[in-house]
């Protein structure tokens, strides 16, 4: 074999080699493309999932506080519209408080109510201070028979002007307590506001059946009265 076909063999096995090399290296080439592709497809998924997740995420908090809210609201107008309700009820059961004085047991009340203000006052001397009906019914021997049964020195003062009932201060007026009868409603009507709503709304009928109502609460506070002493 000459030298010249030696070379030839070598030059072409050094291409042949060469194309094989440069094939592998494209071919790895494309592979390393085809794998970081499908990184990025499955990196991009998961980023659009995890956005995706995130919104949804958002979304439900949004709403939850979105209902909150609503709710919130609701109740605080139930509330309003509630307060307003039973308001009207205690202005309707006030007006009729002036009635109470017609009563014919009213004198026996308005004595009722001035041994209960004396008893609260827990003062040793006492100036009552009611509405004309019940200043009639607090006449001195009155007077007289509640000072010996309290052992309290009681004395009668200027009427009231406009609140029937009896209001109950030491001498020099620096204490006081007031026995009238809208300041025993008062008093009275937190402890009535639920049963008062349950029977207006129907809520409770076994409740109903014993709440006063505007037109019984008065006759209702007349027993109150009768037992307060």
């Given at each position: 074999?000459?030298?010249a ?6 030059r ?8 094989r090399d440069?094939q592998r ?5 494309k ?10 497809a ?19 908090s ?13 109740q ?14 205690l202005a ?6 002036a009635?109470?004085?017609a009563?014919?047991?009213y004198p026996?009340l ?17 100036v ?5 009906q ?19 020195v009681?004395?009668?003062g200027?009427?009231?002007e406009t609140?029937?009932g ?8 620096h ?12 008093r ?8 008062i709503?349950a029977?207006?709304v ?13 037109t019984?609460?008065t006759?209702n ?7 307060g002493?």
């Amino acid at each position: 074999m000459s030298e010249a076909t030696r070379f030839e063999q070598l030059r072409r096995a050094i291409l042949e080699q060469a194309r094989r090399d440069a094939q592998r290296v494209v071919e790895q080439a494309k592979a390393e493309a085809s794998a970081s592709l499908q990184r990025a497809a499955v990196q991009a998924e998961q980023e659009s999932q995890r956005q995706a997740a995130a919104l949804e995420r958002r979304l439900a908090s949004d709403m939850e506080q979105a209902l909150a809210q609503a709710q919130l609201e609701a109740q605080m107008l139930w509330l309003e519209q509630r307060e307003a309700l039973l308001r009207r009820v205690l202005a309707g059961v006030t007006e009729q408080l002036a009635s109470v004085a017609a009563w014919p047991n009213y004198p026996q009340l308005a004595v009722n109510l001035a041994r209960e203000a004396v008893v609260r006052l827990g003062a040793p001397e006492v100036v009552l201070e009611a509405d004309p009906q019940a200043q009639s019914a607090l006449d001195a021997a009155t007077l007289f028979a509640l000072s010996a049964e309290l052992d309290v020195v009681v004395t009668l003062g200027p009427a009231l002007e406009t609140d029937l009932g009896v209001i109950a201060r030491t001498p020099e007026g620096h204490r006081r307590y007031d026995n009238t009868l809208a300041a025993r409603l008062e008093r009275l009507y937190p402890q009535l506001r639920a049963d008062i709503y349950a029977l207006l709304v129907g809520e409770d009928p076994q409740a109903a059946s014993s709440t006063p109502s505007p037109t019984s609460a008065t006759r209702n506070g007349q027993r109150e009265m009768e037992e307060g002493s």
